[in-house]
């Protein structure tokens, strides 16, 4: 589980799964560097490597702790992501499977996760399979999901902070809906719940506007809401989650 490697660079690593090839920082960032680099950015790294057993696994390096007050202050994004993975498994979401986790006194941190066989991020779906996208009975079955899915967390008070589509994964076949890449999730008191409903909802029909009817965003919010006529505090929370972004771009 956790622990403790070097005296000077005080690195802790976590690798509950006992997977091969994982088993400390220097072999899994090995690993990385012989996979397939798919992003690169000041913040962080992604990339996609094959497991002893031709499993295909995800490893995300962060370069540090996080911007502005992370740095200093509260945990890191590397080990929020990992929680926040684990949140979501105990309400019962989907979301890859959890593999090993690291972070060292500099700051630096890296997650690994499993890659989910079958599925694709919306964002890509959406730009790559419009067919599929624009299929009622998909939309009903994953609109659904998502549905439920974000009602789950906003019922345990927790904000995922960036329900974008590309940080949902669908699998092709089952429909099922998967949610991923969350460091900046967190708990939030009653006080700022209504706020983290809004913004979440607003990150989803961001991109949903684009390609969904009005109808249908609609319906996603009652199925969302458990409602199936909208009432006055409904309008006006729509209406906050249609003016959120404006002025912030």
């Not at 031709?54 to 990992?82: F, I, M, Q």
Request: proline share 3%.
């Amino acid at each position: 589980m956790g622990r403790r490697t070097g005296a000077r660079t005080r690195v802790r690593w976590e690798n509950p799964s006992g997977i091969d090839g994982f088993g400390s920082w220097s072999a899994t960032v090995a690993l990385a560097r012989d996979g397939e680099l798919l992003s690169n950015s000041g913040l962080n790294s992604l990339a996609r490597v094959q497991g002893p057993r031709d499993e295909t696994y995800y490893v995300k390096e962060y370069r540090c702790r996080g911007r502005h007050l992370r740095r200093y202050l509260g945990r890191s994004r590397a080990r929020a992501e990992w929680e926040n993975l684990h949140v979501f498994r105990r309400l019962g979401l989907n979301t890859a499977r959890p593999v090993a986790f690291g972070e060292d006194k500099d700051g630096r941190g890296i997650v690994v996760t499993q890659a989910v066989h079958g599925a694709v991020d919306l964002a890509t779906l959406a730009r790559e399979a419009p067919l599929v996208l624009n299929d009622p009975a998909f939309q009903i079955a994953v609109g659904g999901r998502l549905a439920d899915a974000t009602a789950t967390l906003h019922e345990s008070r927790f904000a995922h902070g960036d329900l974008k589509w590309r940080n949902i994964l669908v699998h092709a076949e089952s429909r099922e809906v998967f949610l991923i890449d969350c460091p900046q999730g967190r708990m939030v008191p009653r006080v700022l719940l209504e706020r983290a409903r809004v913004k979440d909802l607003a990150c989803l029909d961001k991109v949903a506007r684009r390609y969904l009817s009005r109808t249908r965003r609609l319906w996603f919010y009652k199925k969302y809401a458990g409602i199936r006529r909208l009432s006055a505090p409904d309008k006006k929370r729509i209406g906050r989650i249609l003016r959120f972004f404006e002025g912030r771009e």
